[in-house]
């Protein structure tokens, strides 16, 4: 089972996600939270306290993947697991300015959607959060619009991968 | 209260000024009134994130001031523009903006009795 739960900033994706994460769980498996967000300063230290808070007392194994998402596998016990992935934007972006020059945009679309369908296979239930980064209507440098591009194309594929796909809007979760 | 949101320019004033049989000139843009307002009529806030921006520039706290005022306007409608589905901003403060207008519309579509996303000017009820 995939669940693939899309919403913009602070739309309330990662509760809905975990809540979605909750519903599919059961006691003979193990519960992991990938986490793909390097840190650089206080916020993004703030960030990720506030998400460590809202899975606090939920039983998440975590395994920090900021790239490779398919080597997080090596990580994990064998058996049933169910895992969480947060989220496809950070990972897309690790992917494509972890080099001195930006990855070509097929590359990191390859590697990212290559990763993900490798966590499929192996898992019994995945929940991937993924980011909508398409409406602000602005156009951006060459290397931004590439990601955008990029972050577009990785959220189609995995939509068709999904056996659900869920938007979530002022935390309301729309099935899409 | 209920809420309708969107992107820009989705036609979400329009959108409510029909449906609900309201004057443009009854609406109030981008601020709150307060208590002398006659609450026999329905108050429609129209750019609510406007409002919620103000008041971060004023060193408000929008997300307590919005609930005081449910506590008096229980039936109005408040209107926003969906600011979260972009970039993240490079600026410290539009991020911080753009991350509160989100929480503060889970905040409020929790409230609601109804919230609606419009969308080319087509209202789809999500609660």
Known sequence: ?176 | MKLVIGGYAQGKLSYVLEKYGLQKDEVWDGILPDHTVSEQKTVVIDHLHHWVKNRILDGGYPEKEIETFLNEFEDCILISDEIGNGIIPLNAFERGYRERVGRILILLAKRAEEVERVICGIGQKIK
């Open chain 1, 1 to 176: 089972m995939m669940i693939l739960v899309i919403g913009g900033s602070g739309s309330g994706k990662s509760s809905y996600a975990e809540e979605a994460v909750c519903s599919v769980f059961e006691e003979d498996m193990k519960k992991y939270y990938l986490a793909t967000m390097q840190v650089f300063d206080e916020e993004g230290q703030k960030k990720i306290e506030r998400h460590r808070k809202l899975r606090s007392g939920k039983g998440f194994l975590t395994i920090e993947q900021p790239r490779s998402i398919g080597r997080s596998l090596e990580k994990m016990d064998g058996g049933k697991k169910t895992v969480l992935l947060e989220c496809i934007s950070n990972l897309t972006a690790n992917e494509m300015f972890a080099g001195e020059r930006p990855r070509l945009e097929m590359q990191v679309v390859e590697n990212v959607v290559s990763g993900l369908r490798k966590l499929k296979e192996n898992t019994t239930n995945l929940v991937v959060v993924s980011n909508n980064i398409f409406e602000d209507g602005i156009v951006y440098d060459q290397t931004t619009m590439d990601y955008i591009h990029a972050m577009g194309e990785i959220n189609q594929r995995l939509a068709a991968m999904a056996d659900r796909v869920v938007e979530v809007v002022a935390g309301i979760p729309v099935v899409i």
